[in-house]
């Protein structure tokens, strides 16, 4: 056997996984059924959940290549609670929307605040809370200052009956030059709803509600003289329902369709009287999943989601009192996802199987894939 041929299979066996306290990838694989599938994932937007997962070393390689990406964390018990500890965790937030093209002085990437730390506690039984924190500053030269902060804090009670969450986010900055008495600042609030309803719970199936309610707020200002200031709002609302059936011992089907779901973004610039709205209403989507153990140690995933999405966008000038919807759309996105495992004693590995690969085969044998797997997670029970 060739060197390339026994790394592939050493790596084929690699990228496989079975996980109990799961991660990631098994979500992903599974057609992102987050919150429709109880795993590990559930304990930063249901705090309270980090009592099932205690004992627990988890590390999120979620692009190949890029380490900066990465995540490791942790469960771990503290007196008579669970604490968590989870580094590089991503907050979603893009510094660059704040001022690139807002500040003249801003370059893109000079600031990054799209990594968090996440501290979580379980208090008690079923209730645990959480802050998030990040920072980044940059002074390329002496007047000019450049810095972003995030806070986050969490708070969530668990029962048998259900799951819920709350989460509380200020992420702000600013970018000055003193010579030019340019400054542009940024302030966001945003507070998230979340909960988990268990309506039917049978010995081989169970029906679950899923709720999300959030609003938030962001004010941009932009001062050289005089000011400009941009203010924006946005609601999100999405409900689901999941239903997940144990075909047998060793497989989980998994069905879930959300109703409903809508974005609301409103944005107003002063002086004037400029306003944009825009609108992104899901009706519905569609998520169908599967797990099954096919060996003591293996497993197999595979998932697929449809979503039907109707999107607008109105804009209203200052020079005119009449408002046009600028665009507007209306069509379906599908995606599926295969995953592959292996677990050894404690130790989890799970994969998210790079779709050229079932194809075209591997770069190795003369293929076409980047890789093997697009998203890999490790996890270790203690």
Do not use: C
């Not at 996105?333 to 194809?359: A, Q, T």
């Not at 293929?367 to 996890?379: C, E, F, M, V």
Request: overall charge negative.
């Amino acid at each position: 056997m060739s060197k390339n041929v026994l790394l592939l299979v050493i790596l084929t066996v690699a990228t496989l996984t079975a996980s109990l306290f799961a991660t990631e990838s098994r979500m992903a694989a599974m057609g992102g059924m987050n919150g429709y599938v109880k795993d590990n994932t559930d304990i930063f937007t249901y705090p309270g959940t980090i009592f099932n997962y205690n004992k627990f070393v988890t590390m999120e390689m979620r692009t190949s290549g890029y380490t900066d990406g990465w995540s490791l964390g942790a469960d771990v018990p503290l007196g008579s609670g669970i604490l968590g500890v989870y580094f590089n965790e991503p907050t979603g937030i893009d510094i660059d929307d704040y001022f690139d093209g807002y500040h003249s002085d801003y370059m893109a990437g000079d600031l990054n605040l799209s990594r968090k730390l996440d501290i979580l506690y379980g208090l008690k039984e079923g209730l645990g809370v959480g802050i998030s924190l990040a920072g980044t500053a940059y002074s390329p030269y002496k007047d000019l200052k450049e810095s972003a902060n995030y806070v986050a804090l969490k708070a969530g009670m668990s029962t048998d009956m259900m799951d819920t969450g709350v989460t509380i986010a200020i992420p702000m900055g600013t970018v000055e030059n003193k010579n030019t008495k340019e400054k542009t600042t940024f302030t966001n609030f945003g507070i998230d709803l979340n909960a988990r309803l268990y309506l039917i719970q049978k010995n081989d199936w169970s029906l679950s509600g899923l709720g999300e309610l959030g609003f938030g707020s962001s004010t941009t200002k932009h001062k050289q003289g005089s000011e400009v200031k941009y203010a924006s709002s946005i609601i999100n609302l999405h409900l689901g329902l999941g239903i997940n059936y144990n075909v047998s011992e060793s497989t989980l089907l998994v069905f879930a369709v959300k109703p409903v779901g809508m974005s609301l973004v409103s944005t107003k610039r002063t002086p004037g009287s400029n306003k944009t709205s825009s609108s992104d209403i899901i009706i519905p989507e569609y998520k169908v999943g599967i797990e099954s153990q096919v060996l003591s140690w293996l497993i197999i995933r595979a998932g697929a989601t449809e979503t039907y999405s109707m999107a607008s966008e109105t804009h209203t000038s200052s020079s005119s009192s009449r408002s046009d919807i600028t665009s507007s759309s209306y069509g379906s996105i599908f995606s599926s996802e295969v995953g592959l495992g292996i677990k050894f004693g404690n130790f989890m590995l799970d994969s998210v199987i790079n779709n050229p690969l079932l194809f075209d085969g591997p770069n190795v044998i003369g293929g076409r894939a980047p890789g093997i797997a697009s998203k890999l997670s490790l996890g270790y029970t203690f």
